[in-house]
């Protein structure tokens, strides 16, 4: 990563990942040299483009345990969202038309979801606890023998939390219902094993990992059971019929070379994640009362880290740390008024919904910036709550959840 | 988003913050906003011969709304009970060029001068 003066510590990396150099320098002949279209058949061109994708096609489904047959190309974990949901509900269409899914999946899944309500599907949406997990005799309970498919995802883009995979896995397995997962955030990060864990489909996106924006995939089983889908483009049948389009050979080298190295290095990478989540976890307690963390140290991904400093809102905490690129909740929502929707459907008030930051840590993060971001949130966590109305009536002693509060007037 | 340079200013140098004895008879206290909406305001003024002489806040909110408590409590200082209680919430929009989004925030600092005032003549009243 190319650090830049004048620019804060980036710690949003749930948000996106720098392109790791050593993935630019894989991409770079795949522009203007080796540039054939994959689908050209008939030429030393097309051949040796094919032959780059299908490489990187192996990277991938390696990380996953999956075959490379398996791995469906998309302009990312979005539209692999979308393929995933409408694809199989119209497919599958004369089985049932029953979907579910969970309260803290990310916005792409979720208007799915209620997109395919609007028209006739029939939609669960399941509940979390408080530490994000869905509760699996509530998922038992929600199939019926209308439900198609079940998208639970992989790792929470707020929070990091990981969802058991593998028994939600089995229980669509017993139920004989499609089990997709957006493993957006999962993805490179944690060991993920398709056959083990019993996923039929599967989202992934190389900028999470380090690789270029616009590319990502959709692993779609092919046996035991063979998963199909209902195209949402078509054109020339590439990618067994599912996505059309020519293959961006640049971009898939540049995903497949990320997964290569990311499937390489996780172990070590996320030993030094979690020191340096745990560390600034341990410092920021140290030094400051009244700090939350959403999600879990032990649980969640290894830079994840999702805190709430009570008596202060998250977004002016955000202004204030202005020389540290984070997030309040997800990226998506940040620009909106909303608190998190993620952190109220695990249980957390308004109060503290409203005062959470995401810190991502991240491949290129240093010890350094650690302190940096340290000293930097004590500090202005001191000012605003020396600001901040709440502050002062706890630490008179007064209960705020007692307070008669005047809130008709809707706010956010 | 972008705030502009006064929201930056009043929120990076907030002027008059602070707290003033609530049971001081000359003190109005007005607490508006509840924490589940994002911003909780509390404005005080302390009155002397029907002229506010200080004025104080502390705000839970996002810049714009530290930004407009702010500068209710520089518009206050100086003026009567009269004056102040005319203060409107379109000259904090425009003094700090607040966004369609953040309009909230100077309504709520109105209701804050307002429900300051209130309570000043509530105790005077007794």
């Known amino acids: 990563m190319i650090k830049r003066e004048n620019m804060p510590i980036y710690m949003d990396y749930q948000a996106t990942t720098p392109v790791d150099p050593r993935v630019v320098d894989k991409m770079m002949p795949y522009f203007s040299e080796i540039f054939g279209n994959a689908a050209s058949r008939t030429h030393a061109y097309g051949w040796e483009s094919e032959k780059a994708v299908e490489t990187a096609r192996k990277h991938i489904a390696e990380l996953i345990s999956a075959d490379a047959k398996d791995i469906i190309f998309t302009s990312g974990a979005t539209e692999s969202n979308n393929l995933a949901l409408k694809g199989a509900m119209d497919f599958y269409k004369d089985k049932g038309d029953h979907l579910i899914t969970v309260a803290t999946e990310h916005k792409c899944v979720i208007d799915t979801a209620r997109y395919l309500k609007q028209q006739g599907k029939q939609l669960t949406v399941l509940p979390v606890d408080d530490a994000g997990r869905v509760n699996l005799e509530d998922l038992k309970n929600a199939i019926t023998d209308k439900t198609v498919i079940l998208s639970v995802m992989g790792v929470n883009n707020e929070t990091g939390t990981m969802q058991d995979l593998k028994a939600i896995g089995k229980i669509c397995k017993e139920h004989g219902v499609l089990f997709h997962t957006d493993a957006a955030q999962a993805f490179g990060k944690v060991e993920l094993d398709v056959e083990d864990m019993g996923i039929d489909l599967m989202s992934i996106s190389a900028h999470k990992i380090y690789g270029p924006k616009g590319i990502g995939a959709l692993y779609v089983r092919r046996r035991k059971p063979r998963v199909r889908l209902t195209p949402l483009i078509h054109g020339g049948g590439q990618e067994r019929g599912m996505r059309s389009g020519t293959l961006s050979t640049s971009l898939i080298v540049g995903f497949g070379e990320a997964s290569r190295i990311a499937k390489e290095e996780m172990e070590p990478e996320a030993n030094r994640l979690i020191e340096l989540k745990k560390y600034m976890y341990n410092k920021l307690n140290e030094q400051l009362e009244e700090v939350y963390l959403n999600g879990s140290l032990e649980d969640g991904i290894p830079g994840n880290l999702n805190l709430s400093f009570a008596f202060i809102e998250g977004e002016s905490l955000m202004m204030a740390i202005k020389g540290l690129a984070v997030s309040s909740g997800s990226a998506c929502t940040s620009a909106s008024l909303e608190s998190s929707y993620v952190l109220k459907a695990m249980g957390k008030g308004d109060d503290l919904a409203h005062t959470s930051i995401r810190f991502g840590i991240g491949r290129f993060t240093t010890k350094e910036e650690i302190e940096i971001a340290v000293e930097t949130v004590v500090r202005e966590v001191n000012r605003l709550r020396d600001l901040s109305p709440l502050w002062e009536m706890f630490k008179e002693g007064i209960d705020l959840s007692k307070i008669q509060w005047n809130d008709e007037h809707g706010g956010h | ?126």
């Open chain 2, 1 to 126: 988003m972008a705030y502009s340079d006064k929201v930056i200013d009043h929120y990076e140098n907030p002027r008059n913050v602070g707290t003033l004895d609530k049971d001081n008879e000359n003190v109005g206290t007005g607490l508006v906003g509840a924490p589940a909406c994002g911003d909780v305001m509390r404005l005080q003024i302390q009155v002397q011969d029907n002229k506010i002489v200080d004025a104080k806040f502390k705000t839970f909110g996002c810049g714009s709304a530290i930004a407009s408590s702010s500068l209710a409590t520089e518009m206050l200082k100086g003026k009567s009970l009269d004056e102040a209680k005319d203060i409107k919430n379109t000259q904090i929009v425009e003094e700090l060029a607040l966004p369609p989004v953040k309009i909230h925030c100077s309504v709520l600092a109105e209701e804050a001068i307002k429900s300051a005032i209130e309570d000043y003549k509530e105790k005077q009243g007794k």
